[in-house]
């Protein structure tokens, strides 16, 4: 099922500690962004490209994706100071270029280079037919629900996803829910949350552990390791 995917890449990488945006820095030879984006340029299912980005990043972008060689960047809207006013611009952009209301869109994180064709195709399908449906694995380790330093519980860990991206909606829905959270002053954490407010179902679609979100300089060793592997399975 086609799809377009929409990435909040206005960043400021302060956990990174990089110095600028995190998505510039290179994994492998290669900026972070490019990776991320290449896997869905070279979808056959992937219809189109919506970046938000910051105002003064948005011409060596530009250059980048030139370099690159990726041609499915629609449109880069002026992302926010907070994720969801970028995704929010996203979809904005999706609407006021023509996007179908029923057709789905992805948001998903520009730092998530290693997320599977096979995650992007089945989350294509699920949110076609349910409306919405998100990437996720299930929690390995036992969680503790804590206050003040003191332990007050302990979830039942068959009913814990860690939840990643990409999560994908009808794009109408994700629509309804950015504008209701903005008329609310609601911040989410994720757009799955702001779906959920409505009172929508989200369909649980099983990633993969390799699905990681380059945050930390320790994440970039990850990739690092994570790209050699990849190189090796296809020699």
């Not at 998903?108 to 694995?137: N, T």
């Not at 008329?183 to 757009?191: C, I, R, S, V």
Request: hydrophobic letters at 40%.
């Amino acid at each position: 099922m086609e799809y377009t995917v929409m990435l909040p890449a206005a960043g400021s990488g302060r956990r990174m500690g990089a110095g600028e945006n995190k998505l510039f820095l290179p994994l492998g030879g290669e900026p972070i962004l490019i990776r991320t984006l290449r896997v869905f340029e070279e979808d056959p299912a992937c219809r189109g490209i919506i970046l938000a980005v910051r105002p003064d990043e948005r011409e060596r972008i530009r250059k980048m994706l030139v370099e690159a060689g990726i041609q499915k960047a629609a449109a880069m809207p002026d992302g926010g100071e907070e994720r969801q006013d970028s995704v929010r611009a996203c979809v904005r952009a999706f609407i006021e270029g023509g996007g179908d209301g029923g057709s789905v869109v992805m948001v998903h994180d520009a730092a998530r280079p290693f997320i599977s064709r096979r995650v992007i195709g089945e989350l294509a399908v699920s949110a076609g037919r349910h409306g919405a449906a998100i990437a996720a694995v299930r929690a390995k380790d036992t969680v503790k629900q804590v206050h003040g330093g003191i332990v007050e519980s302990t979830p039942d860990r068959e009913s814990l996803w860690l939840v990643q991206t990409p999560q994908a909606f009808r794009a109408s829905l994700l629509s309804r829910a950015e504008e209701q959270a903005a008329a609310d002053g609601f911040l989410g954490t994720d757009e799955s949350m702001l779906v959920e407010r409505l009172g929508h179902p989200v369909r649980i679609v099983e990633s993969t552990y390799d699905n990681v979100k380059m945050t930390t300089k320790e994440d970039l060793a990850i990739g690092e390791v994570l790209l050699k592997r990849l190189e090796e399975e296809q020699n």
